[in-house]
Antibody
């Protein structure tokens, strides 16, 4: 059974870097069959795709966040991570990790990250 | 970027109703269109992929249709557990984009 779980600080100060980790179980993230994605959702708003990683391709990021986003992987821990730099209040959202192909078929439960001093 | 629009933004319905939600892409996306259901405080769940393919385990009252730029999600015989928000998403090109959502609530 595929499961994803986000973890990381729930509060980040403005201008600092948001760091989250997604731990995957039930499937190896090393497989080239899937993408591993980050998606976010501000409270009461819609979904925004942040970016994705695959072992067979270079990471692909949303241009709206491109210069601030880094997605990396630790295959030994079956985890992938998100770093978003220079955060502002506009980055306050629930952050989801998900497994992607042409669709997102498995999602983590989401983690709320608040940007505030 | 491909812009996704949905209509209506919200609708009120009763158990047993037939509900139709429309999604439109700003350019042709073939059948690279997916539908998700999201309940408050929960992650979205995949319902339909590739415009019309029902995910395993999803009730058959959910169906999807369309291609190119215009797509439809239909729920027949609406059930109490179907009151939720529904999002379309295109996977034709990067950046992947979602529609703004349609909230289905109780009439």
């Amino acid at each position: 059974q595929v499961q994803l779980q986000e973890s990381g600080p729930g509060l980040v100060k403005p201008s600092q870097t948001l760091s989250l980790t997604c731990t995957v179980s039930g499937v190896s993230i090393s497989t080239a069959d899937y993408y591993w994605d980050w998606i976010r959702q501000p409270a009461g708003k819609g979904l925004e795709w942040i970016g994705r990683f695959s072992t067979s391709e270079t990471p692909n990021y949303n241009p709206s966040l491109n210069s601030r986003v880094t997605i990396s992987v630790d295959t030994s821990k079956n985890q992938f991570s998100l770093k978003l730099s220079s955060v502002t209040a506009a980055d306050t959202a629930v952050y989801y990790c998900a497994r992607g192909r042409s669709h997102f078929d498995y999602w983590g439960q989401g983690t709320l990250v608040t940007v505030s001093s | 970027d491909i812009q996704m629009t949905q209509s209506p933004s919200s609708l009120s319905a009763s158990v047993g109703d037939r509900v139709t939600i429309t999604c439109r892409a700003s350019q042709t996306i073939g059948s690279y269109l997916n539908w998700y259901q999201q309940k408050p405080g929960k992650a979205p769940k995949l319902l339909i992929f590739a415009a019309s393919s029902l995910r395993s385990g999803v009730p058959s009252r959910f169906s999807g249709s369309g291609s190119g730029t215009d797509f439809t999600l239909t729920i027949t015989n609406l059930q109490p557990e179907d009151f939720a928000a529904y999002y379309c998403q295109q996977s034709f090109s990067s950046p992947l984009t979602f529609g703004p959502g349609t909230k289905v609530d109780v009439k």
